[in-house]
């Protein structure tokens, strides 16, 4: 295998344990399935942790007696939960949408920091016809896709690419300019170029780089010495009217 061919199978990789256990990385666990489906997910064992429902308020939820502490944000249509004790066994619970759509949660307590769950329908990437990359498969298989485009400069069928070279204002003694846009029907793949313009090594994490409407991001140096560059790889929902 070449040198770029392993840097690109890399960051494919790298997407796919982003998007299968986001919250070690981004604080954000997507769970992506159809009504009825069993969602496994983590919970944060002594903090609040933020559930949601993609695109559609929480109305519902279904849980034994003792099993989860909720706080209801009827404002926004989503709900904070923690577990009712610390013995750490897993917890079993159901979320139902406005719209009357039920999915079961098994979620397992760990001890970590405060948290974000998304339940995602199935297939809402592929809703409204889409290009050739979006009807690629599962959604991680249409993240990776993207990634690897990016990565290789190519330009997949239907896809629209714009240069932009636009700076962006992240930290001291660092530069991140975005380079380029992928837009396809529902996502958009952003690629970044990120500089150590100052004296000290630099260490990045993904989760700095998390926003709303953020799916995944690859990074494919997080270390980088005084002068250093790395591009970075971000795909994200698409905006309407974008």
């Known amino acids: 295998m070449t040198r770029s061919a392993s840097k690109l ?23 992506e399935g159809a009504e009825g489906d069993l969602l496994v997910g983590k919970i944060s064992l002594k903090e609040a942790t933020r559930l949601t429902i993609d695109k559609e308020r929480v109305k519902y939820l279904r849980f034994s007696e003792g099993d989860l502490i909720v706080e209801r944000d009827d404002d926004n249509g989503q709900m904070f939960i923690r577990p009712g004790d ?3 066994k897993p917890i079993n619970m159901f979320v139902s949408d406005e719209k ?7 979620l397992q307590p760990v001890d970590m920091p405060a948290d974000s769950i998304v339940v995602r329908e199935r297939g809402y990437l592929r809703q409204s016809g889409g290009t050739r990359l979006e009807k690629a498969g ?10 690897l485009a990016m990565a290789s400069d190519a330009q997949p069928s239907g896809v629209e690419i714009r240069e932009v070279k636009e700076e962006i204002a992240l930290w001291r003694d660092s530069r991140l300019v975005l ?18 313009t100052g004296t000290s090594p630099m260490t990045m994490a993904e989760q700095e780089l998390f926003r709303k ?4 991001v690859s990074i494919e140096n997080m270390n980088l010495a005084p002068g250093e560059t790395t591009n970075i790889f971000v795909v994200r929902e698409r905006k309407l009217n974008e």
């Open 9 to 31: 199978l890399a960051l494919a990789l790298l997407a796919a344990i982003n998007l299968a256990w986001p919250a070690c990385a981004s604080a954000l666990q997507v769970l």
């Open 86 to 88: 610390f013995s750490g």
């Open 100 to 106: 009357g759509r039920t999915y079961g949660l098994l």
């Open 138 to 147: 599962s959604y991680e298989r249409v993240i990776k896709n993207m990634v």
């Open 179 to 196: 380079q380029r846009l992928y837009l396809a029907a529902s996502i958009v793949g952003e690629k970044y170029l990120l500089a150590n």
């Open 213 to 216: 409407g953020v799916m995944s």
